[in-house]
């Protein structure tokens, strides 16, 4: 394929739920393009195509930004152009490419999820065929890890290292107050992120495993959910150990395929795409706890002690990003540019991994249409039973997580 | 006052909720007494005095534990021993005393809060009455910096480095995604963590003030709590920026001194001291967020978006520790060690700050009757109105908290 020839801006643009390392992909993007000849101005877009239905488009100029000032985006989580979770429809897609038209933007990259992945094909078909010239191409971002045709998504890592850090902590703190601990995950199709609590059962560099460390049950979506299991297991590990610590995806489902926090939550949020809000709200953690109240008993009959946390938006902001998923997203950016550069009229860029030991990963290039509104689930071979996953999960995980504290209990107790 | 000359064992508990700091001062205080040539065996009560009505008293030797083992424990959040928030009623301390007796304990340290200071001076007083001579000593630990007579207390610095933290990404999270999040922070009776978010206004070493930043509003234990109030206050920030970041403390009452928790909140746990169990469910912030969605209007009279998480018991674990906080509260059990040494028979520690620049602070005895069962609040010059904090709070809370990640948005933007 040759090269390039179209001139004209590039727009960058910056969708769904932010990430640690969104903002790596951001300033990865614009380094990449400031080699690009064809392009003569880097516009972001504010708030994703939102920005572009407005009058005058909400355009920024990206390209006289200083190194120093790029490094501390990069750093910075969230969304730094502002993000959207709207969904354009037929006239607001008219508007978006109407505004690329005007605002000469013949490259156009949005950075998101499935439903962004989606949003990035739907203005590509809607340029075609109003006669706009423009390529374009979508830059994989989810805390979700739920990209089809990917080993893992940027966003992830760092999202799982905060999930994984957190249990590993309370782990430690429930066993100095012994009790059951219920800790609500993001992640609303897919199990990914819950699933990296299992991490938390392995402390430092090494790995080495902790004695009766917890999570003691990770409950995925990908698995039905039955409130009377749920409470069995519970009674199960606290009758073994004196205390329980679990692992709950906020999009647990029932057998029917509803989900658990929509049959116990009333009055539930539902954004542009038909989703449920599930991050956000407390109630799914407290509702699991109460259960757990009524009807699991320590052995002088009594409730035990419980409590509930939903670890919420701090998942996808908290500042202690993964290294490898901070340089992943800044080069899955760099990959896309380059797919505009050799002269591709489209694609999203998938990350594959190429080794474990040393763990490398490399880039390449997959139809729009691939991964636009799909969801990657997190396969059976990660899935242990009902209630925990696989060896070859925490293997898979390791390397996008980083290493974790060393920390030490002082069991076995010495009298 | 001569040194002691007092022989025999000194046994370390470990009360109330755990930090990511309390370990630090188990260590600081096992490695004092292996100075001490009075003490024989240094044993540690497994979840406090509760450890001490059981039969045999659950006792474990602390004394050969290595170097390296010390410092992996130092560096662990959690309370190591195990913890415990039994407050013991007149039959249990006779029991605690009869165990110290048995086992010749003769220098008794408890760590932990208000609660567990009066439990120290409690079984300090049954020993003293029932003729047994043991030294009794309170080395201070709460993440709820309300003990009397100190500039602060062990614990607190840290778990205000998680909050401030927090609010510091989450803030760059809800400026991408606009909308009015309240982040509810731990704190029964006082306001100082709440307060800690305020740092988060600041960015890196040199608390460069960040535009806009949150949280814009703060809501105080110390200050009544009125809901018609709180939603004119969440309209007008509304208004203004188009998004509010709230922080809220999990014990803000009303005018009547009712917890507004429990007026919203149904089925509350009680522990031993007749406090309300806020921490560990999600109601407040919940209750709250609809209440918002219910009143406050956006310019097309719609309802923002609206979302709350409750910080939980990520606060008193989290790995990342304040520098200054990981040494003092090593100090401080050295100092109470100290104290035994110097022959007292009873004391707390307080932590008195002499310099602001540089930040320093010594250590100082305080009788037990005078922290036990007391709380302290946050001073009148550290609150601002009826829902902010002064810049005298942020220049106290800097040292304690340490440096905070240096982070930038695009703001200004440019065209």
């Not at 708030?47 to 572009?52: A, D, M, P, Q, Y």
Request: glycine letters at 10%; proline letters at 6%; aromatic letters at 6%.
């Amino acid at each position: 394929m040759p090269p390039s020839t179209l001139r004209g801006n590039a727009a960058i643009g910056q969708s769904g739920g932010p990430t640690a390392v969104i903002n790596q992909s951001l300033v990865g993007a614009i380094l990449a393009l400031k080699k690009f000849a064809s392009v003569k101005s880097i516009l972001g877009m504010r708030h994703g195509v939102t920005g572009l239905t407005k009058s005058p488009p909400a355009l920024v100029d990206l390209g006289k930004l200083s190194a120093t000032r790029l490094e501390a985006i990069a750093r910075t989580p969230s969304a730094a152009l502002g993000s959207s979770r709207d969904k354009p429809d037929a006239p607001a897609c008219a508007r978006i490419v109407e505004a690329c038209r005007t605002s000469h933007i013949r490259y156009f990259f949005y950075i998101g999820g499935n439903d962004s992945s989606d949003t990035c094909r739907i203005v590509s078909e809607v340029a075609a065929r109003s006669g706009y010239e423009m390529r374009c191409f979508h830059i994989p971002k989810t805390v979700d890890n739920d990209l089809m045709h990917s080993d893992h998504t940027p966003g992830f890592g760092s999202a799982a290292r905060f999930v994984a850090t957190a249990f590993l902590a309370d782990n430690f703190d429930n066993a100095s107050l012994p009790g059951v601990k219920i800790n609500v995950v993001m992640g609303r199709h897919a199990g990914f992120l819950t699933a990296a609590g299992a991490l938390a059962r392995f402390s430092g560099a090494k790995g080495k495993p902790l004695a009766d460390a917890g999570p003691h049950l990770i409950y995925l979506p990908e698995v039905p959910f039955d409130t009377d299991r749920f409470i069995a297991d519970v009674q199960q590990v606290y009758d073994r150990i004196g205390r329980c610590q679990v692992a709950v995806s906020e999009g647990i489902q029932t057998a029917e395929g509803k989900a658990v926090a929509e049959t116990l939550i009333e009055g539930l949020d539902r954004d542009a795409h038909g989703n449920v809000q599930l991050s956000g709200v407390g109630g799914l953690g407290d509702a699991l706890a109460d259960l757990v109240k009524k009807r699991v008993r320590n052995k002088d009959g009594k409730a035990p002690r419980v409590r509930a946390d939903t670890f919420g938006y701090l998942q996808r902001c908290w500042p202690d990003p993964s290294p490898v998923d901070a340089r992943e997203a800044r080069a899955a950016a760099a990959f896309a540019v380059s797919l505009a550069k050799a002269g591709h009229a489209s694609g999203s860029v998938a990350l594959v991994r190429t080794s474990d030991k040393p763990y490398k990963c490399k880039y390449k290039r997959v139809e729009l249409a691939d991964v636009a509104a799909k969801t990657r689930h997190l396969p059976h071979e990660f899935i242990a039973g009902h209630n925990d996953v696989t060896p070859a999960l925490v293997k898979y995980l390791r390397p996008l997580v980083g290493n974790l504290p060393e920390f030490a209990g002082l069991q076995p107790f010495v009298r």
